[in-house]
């Protein structure tokens, strides 16, 4: 075997087939490390002259005169070959300690038990205990299995809908209730998604800022999000939520007419049977919906008045590739709360997704805590409404390369 540093473009080739690929370890989000100041270098193994395991290698200064190294969502390989491994994480160590390296960690895209919608095991379901206890065997420590949001590690629970071999018709009907009603409320209201261009990614930023100025977290900057956009291309795609009063309003006036001819045909139907109860109900009915009709196109009017004709409601960035959808950022005007603008641009990438015959739609992080009062539950709630399954992830691994040294930094960083 020969531990080897690999081109970006010989990582990117064999990382492009590997199932444990995700966004986070191809190359665009290395390269947004990059943009960051931080070091991506790529390693793997040949074994007889095949590629057969592969890593990205993000360094960044540490302590000042040390590094930390995390091969992000890494590695690519198959665990059960516990002596490629074992060689491969002694080669990285090797590497990164004389690069004076405090710490290397990984936190592999490996799925670790099967789950169901409420984040129950399954019965008989798959358990990788194997690959927890490869990665012990190869020298590294398991920082355990955790729940709950944290701004130090990468997700390690997410909520994915599986889209093989079913028609949206299907994936529609095993909506909840209530998600159901709001997807069917959206189209209603005549709410449109489109792709939002790297020109106007003002419109997403500033619902970014907003959202986040609402819900009282740090926003990203806006440099991030263009940086974003660019590196990763036509791997992102960013969705805006929105509703032409214009159009409404056209809608609202065929809706108007369609009301006024039913009114007047059950109106000559009691002329000439005053007491035929289904005509009576028919135009009550009727009546009901025309004053609905008209207090939305008055409500149209003031918003016009107040936002423009076209109102921009609800925004959010995706990554796209063969193997999956993962639905990463999102914003909202509150302004237009009522409008259930986010299930429009769900519902509009659960289709895209049908199409293009990618399997899993990955409503991504949650927080791994079920109870109605723990903290997440609400974005947890939310995506359980679309159907699908809680995932957990094997976790975070770390081997110090410096014990004593590493001690200090990780009571500094609270890890």
């Not at 000042?64 to 491994?85: P, S, V």
Request: glycine share 6%; proline share 3%.
């Amino acid at each position: 075997m020969e531990f080897c540093r690999l081109t970006k473009e010989e990582y990117a080739a064999f990382a492009a087939r590997h199932p444990y690929r995700t966004f986070l370890n191809l190359p665009e989000s290395l390269e947004t490390r990059s943009h960051s100041g931080d070091t991506v270098e790529f390693f793997g193994v040949r074994r007889d002259g095949e590629l057969v395991c592969a890593t990205p290698l993000v360094s960044q200064p540490a302590m000042k005169i040390y590094r930390t190294y995390y091969a992000q969502r890494g590695f690519l390989i198959d665990y059960g070959d516990r002596e490629l491994l074992r060689f491969f994480t002694k080669e990285l160590c090797a590497y990164a300690k004389a690069n004076k390296g405090l710490v290397l960690t990984a936190d592999p895209y490996v799925l670790y038990r099967e789950r169901d919608i409420d984040g129950e095991p399954v019965p008989g379901g798959f358990c990788r205990d194997d690959v927890v206890e490869a990665l012990k065997d190869a020298g590294f420590t398991h920082k355990g299995f955790t729940r709950g949001y944290t701004n130090t590690s990468q997700t390690r629970w997410m909520f994915s809908l599986y889209l093989k071999g079913r028609s949206e018709d299907e994936i529609y009907k095993q909506f909840d209730e209530q998600t159901r009603w709001s997807v069917n409320k959206t189209i209603k209201q005549g709410i449109k998604v489109r792709e939002l261009p790297l020109e106007e990614i003002d419109i997403y930023t500033k619902m970014m800022d907003e959202t986040a100025e609402r819900r009282g977290f740090e926003s990203r900057s806006h440099r991030f999000y263009k940086d974003f956009v660019e590196t990763y291309g036509d791997h992102c795609k960013l969705l805006l939520a929105y509703l032409d009063l214009n159009e409404f309003r056209d809608r609202l006036a065929e809706e108007k007419t369609a009301l006024l001819a039913e009114i007047a045909e059950m109106d000559e139907r009691l002329a000439t049977m005053p007491n035929n109860k289904k005509a009576k109900n028919k135009k009550r009915v009727a009546e009901e919906a025309l004053a609905l009709n008209e207090k939305k196109a008055a409500e149209a009017d003031e918003l016009e008045k107040a936002h423009g004709s076209v109102l921009n409601m609800a925004t959010s960035c995706f990554t796209v590739y063969d193997n999956e959808i993962v639905y990463l950022f999102s914003g909202t005007d509150d302004t237009f709360r009522k409008y259930n603008a986010p299930y429009a641009i769900h519902w509009d990438m659960i289709r895209r997704a049908i199409a293009l015959g990618i399997d899993r739609y990955n409503f991504y992080g949650i927080s791994g805590l079920f109870g109605k009062d723990e903290d997440g539950y609400g974005v947890y709630a939310f995506k359980r409404g679309f159907g699908g399954v809680v995932e957990e992830l094997v976790g975070d691994f770390y081997i110090p390369l410096r014990p004593m040294m590493y001690k200090v930094y990780a009571r500094k960083n609270h890890e």
